[in-house]
């Protein structure tokens, strides 16, 4: 079955020392985003790629970052992970970024910062 | 800007109840809305779509209509059951968007 992988599904880190989060995805979309969940919270789009064209929210803290080395992976990189980062990370991929694009969402990483 | 609003949970039923949860949304020009269901956990998972005004989007028993005149996307099921205890997000993508803007989402606990 096409998919969106995300691993690990639970990501455990400390005060300060680098993470990154991987998704994969075997549906061949064009788009991969990150979005952020905190707790009883509405999800929230960090970025995402379209091929290889980043495209960063304005909000989104300069201490996340992502990679997208070919079609299929995309990473998300935390470079210091404070206590507030910690939270859900879903990854979601779709054919195309405007129109009526379905988004498709992988399982997530739950990051927990020490 | 697109906002979304829905109804404040938990919403708690027995089982074959019936079901509305309440979505409104503000946005210019047509947007596309999507419901979504989130079990303990768990990512989330596409429940169903509309793209244009008075569309119906359906799947496993639920269903929500576009609204174009009272922006509204609510959704409904007639008979709930246990295993359909969740979080349900309303979400929609702007015309030219590209980040879907989801609602706080509402809880439902369903109990036999």
């Known amino acids: 079955d096409a998919m969106v992988i995300q691993n690990p599904r639970y990501q455990v880190t400390q005060f300060g020392k680098p993470v990154t989060l991987s998704c994969s995805q075997t549906?061949?979309?064009?788009?991969m985003y990150w979005y952020q969940q905190k707790s009883s919270q509405a999800p929230k789009l960090l970025f995402h790629?379209?091929?290889?064209?980043?495209?960063n929210e304005a909000d989104t803290p300069d201490n996340f970052q992502s990679r997208r080395p070919n079609t299929s992976f995309c990473f998300l990189d935390i470079r210091s992970p404070g206590l507030g980062d910690a939270a859900m990370y879903l990854c979601?991929?779709?054919?195309?970024?405007?129109?009526?694009?379905?988004?498709?969402f992988g399982p997530g990483t739950r990051l927990l910062v020490l | 800007g697109n906002s979304v609003t829905q109804m404040e949970g938990p919403v708690t039923l027995s089982e074959e109840a019936f079901l509305t949860i309440n979505c409104t949304y503000t946005a210019t020009g047509y947007p596309s809305l999507f419901w979504y269901v989130q079990y303990p956990g768990e990512g989330l998972q596409l429940l169903l779509k509309a793209t244009k005004a008075d569309d119906k989007g359906s799947n496993k028993g639920f269903e929500a209509t576009y609204r174009k005149e009272t922006t509204s996307f609510h959704l409904e099921k007639g008979s709930v059951q246990v295993s359909d205890s969740a979080v349900y997000f309303c979400?929609?993508?702007?015309?030219?968007?590209?980040?879907?803007?989801f609602g706080k989402g509402t809880t439902l606990s369903v109990s036999s």
């Open positions: 790629y379209y091929d290889k064209d980043f495209n």
């Open positions: 979601a991929t779709s054919g195309d970024r405007q129109g009526p694009q379905t988004q498709y």
């Open positions: 979400a929609l993508i702007g015309q030219a968007g590209t980040a879907l803007i």
């Open positions: 549906l061949n979309h064009n788009v």
